[in-house]
Antibody, heavy 120, light 108 residues
Framework: EVQLLESGGGLVQPGGSLRLSCEAS????????LSWVRQAPGKGLEWVSA????????YYADSVKGRFAISRDNSMSTLYLQMSSLRAEDTALYYC?????????????WGQGTMVTVSS | EIVMTQSPATLSVSPGERATLSCRAS??????LAWYQQKPGQAPRLLMY???TRATGFPARFSGSGSGTEFTLTISSLQSEDFAVYYC???????????FGQGTKLEI
């Protein structure tokens, strides 16, 4: 069974930094692209960032480009999102999501999310 | 960026009735279109992909259609467990810039 377990969320002041983690199990981690998708309270879904299976290819939404960095450690089956220069509009539940085999950007498994609140 | 627009924002339907949800893309996404179901307090769950292929675990009362810019999700006879928020998402972009619709809340 595929499991994705996010952690690292919390309350941070505007301009601050935070690193999210997503521990994966139940599949061969090193062979799948992964993404972060966020959901502001009471709002819809927003794709944030994606990383290729080997970690060399990274992609970002314009709203976070230059402030967030996605990475992965295939030896630890863990996905990361380093967030800096945080803004109030980054407040959201952050999900990690796994790509469907052979179909980039189609998310067949999601974690339960970790909440990030940016407030003074 | 491809903008996905869903309508209506809220759809009120009685159990046993048919529900039709729409999703429009600002430019063609071919059939690289997915639907997700999200219930309160839960993560989204993949429901449909390739515009018309049901994901594992969803019954045949769910069907999808469309290509290019116009897509439809139909639930033929609503059950109580179907009341949720439904999101469409395109995965046609390269390099990746995946976008979701704003969601349709299906309520009793």
């Amino acid at each position: 069974e595929v499991q994705l377990l996010e952690s690292g969320g919390g309350l941070v002041q505007p301009g601050g930094s935070l690193r999210l983690s997503c521990e994966a199990s139940g599949f061969i981690f090193s062979t799948y692209a992964l993404s972060w998708v966020r959901q502001a309270p009471g709002k819809g879904l927003e794709w944030v960032s994606a990383i290729g299976a080997r970690g060399g290819d990274t992609y970002y939404a314009d709203s976070v480009k230059g402030r967030f960095a996605i990475s992965r450690d295939n030896s630890m089956s863990t996905l990361y999102l380093q967030m800096s220069s945080l803004r109030a509009e980054d407040t959201a539940l952050y999900y990690c999501a796994k790509d469907t085999p052979g179909v980039l950007g189609l998310f067949d498994n999601w974690g339960q999310g970790t909440m990030v609140t940016v407030s003074s | 960026e491809i903008v996905m627009t869903q309508s209506p924002a809220t759809l009120s339907v009685s159990p046993g009735e048919r529900a039709t949800l729409s999703c429009r893309a600002s430019q063609s996404v071919s059939t690289n279109l997915a639907w997700y179901q999200q219930k309160p307090g839960q993560a989204p769950r993949l429901l449909m992909y390739g515009a018309s292929t049901r994901a594992t675990g969803f019954p045949a009362r769910f069907s999808g259609s469309g290509s290019g810019t116009e897509f439809t999700l139909t639930i033929s006879s609503l059950q109580s467990e179907d009341f949720a928020v439904y999101y469409c998402q395109q995965y046609n972009n390269w390099p990746p810039l995946y976008t979701f619709g704003q969601g349709t809340k299906l309520e009793i």
